[in-house]
């Protein structure tokens, strides 16, 4: 008998991890429709030019009203996950019979193909700006201007990276990346879609306009004329 997992909710990271070679992607929550518990699995990606062997993270799952529901360390051992690969999002690191309320997740470990444990509990994690829709008039310009249907909110620079509007965010210090790891977008070709996109919804407004230069009075240096 093979389960069926219905999607509940997925939520991307709010922050990044400052100098890991692996980055925490998002949470996401199914329904176990045979039993009504709720999976939660984590996505990772690895930033670094080698294989990861095995990689352990953290997580804490709380109740509506706050209570722990289960906390501990996961580990995704005999993968081989290449420099830009996803992982994990195959493996639920726990099932609850209660609504899950929050998750909260830190990264703990990683080994790569030269077998050395390497800890990640002193790389510090560092709020990314948050993500904003694309509005619905634009959504549908950017996305057929780039061939790809993720993308739904504002591409965003963020200390260290940029983010895509798929919602990735890319990592790159001193390493130039402007492709999006998880949807492949170019960098440049994106932020021309969304300007372009920007125009057809919001003309530019003249620089005078006879509509507003009676009734409320304005400075002299609104209109700058001075
Ligand atoms: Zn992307």
Same mark, same amino acid.
Request: proline fraction near 6%.
């Given at each position: 008998?093979?389960?069926?997992?219905?999607?509940?909710?997925?939520?991307?990271?709010?922050?990044y991890?400052?100098?890991?070679?692996v980055?925490?992607?998002?949470?996401?929550?199914?329904?176990m429709?045979?039993?009504g518990?709720t999976?939660?699995?984590?996505?990772?990606?690895?930033?670094?030019?080698?294989? +990861?062997?095995?990689f352990?993270?953290?997580?804490?799952?709380k109740?509506?009203?706050?209570q722990v529901l289960?906390?501990?360390d996961?580990?995704?051992?005999?993968?081989?996950?290449?420099?830009?690969?996803?992982?994990?999002?195959?493996?639920?690191?726990? +099932?609850?019979?209660?609504?899950?309320?929050?998750?909260?997740?830190?990264?703990?470990s990683?080994?790569?193909?030269?077998?050395?444990l390497?800890?990640?509990?002193?790389?510090p994690?560092v709020?990314?700006?948050?993500?904003?829709?694309?509005?619905?008039e634009m959504?549908e310009?950017v996305?057929?201007?780039?061939?790809i249907?993720a993308?739904?909110?504002?591409?965003?620079?963020?200390?260290?990276?940029?983010?895509?509007a798929?919602g990735?965010?890319?990592y790159n210090?001193?390493?130039g990346?402007?492709?999006?790891?998880e949807?492949g977008?170019?960098?440049?070709?994106?932020?021309?879609?969304?300007?372009?996109?920007?125009?057809?919804?919001?003309?530019?407004?003249?620089?005078?306009?006879?509509?507003?230069?009676?009734?409320?009075?304005?400075?002299?240096?609104?209109?700058?004329?001075?």
């Amino acid at each position: 008998m093979s389960e069926t997992f219905t999607p509940l909710a997925r939520s991307r990271s709010s922050y990044y991890c400052k100098g890991s070679p692996v980055h925490f992607v998002m949470v996401e929550l199914f329904r176990m429709e045979q039993t009504g518990e709720t999976v939660v699995t984590l996505t990772f990606k690895n930033l670094y030019s080698h294989p +990861i062997r095995s990689f352990t993270a953290h997580y804490c799952c709380k109740n509506r009203a706050g209570q722990v529901l289960g906390e501990d360390d996961f580990t995704y051992s005999n993968v081989d996950v290449r420099d830009g690969q996803c992982f994990g999002s195959d493996d639920g690191v726990f +099932i609850s019979d209660e609504m899950l309320g929050s998750v909260e997740v830190s990264l703990v470990s990683v080994t790569y193909d030269d077998g050395v444990l390497h800890s990640l509990r002193r790389c510090p994690p560092v709020a990314l700006p948050a993500l904003r829709p694309l509005e619905k008039e634009m959504r549908e310009s950017v996305r057929s201007a780039m061939g790809i249907r993720a993308l739904k909110y504002m591409p965003e620079e963020a200390p260290d990276g940029w983010r895509c509007a798929c919602g990735g965010f890319n990592y790159n210090v001193g390493r130039g990346k402007y492709t999006c790891s998880e949807c492949g977008a170019d960098k440049a070709a994106l932020q021309a879609a969304v300007q372009a996109a920007l125009r057809q919804v919001r003309p530019q407004k003249p620089m005078y306009d006879a509509a507003q230069a009676f009734g409320q009075p304005h400075s002299p240096q609104e209109y700058g004329t001075h």
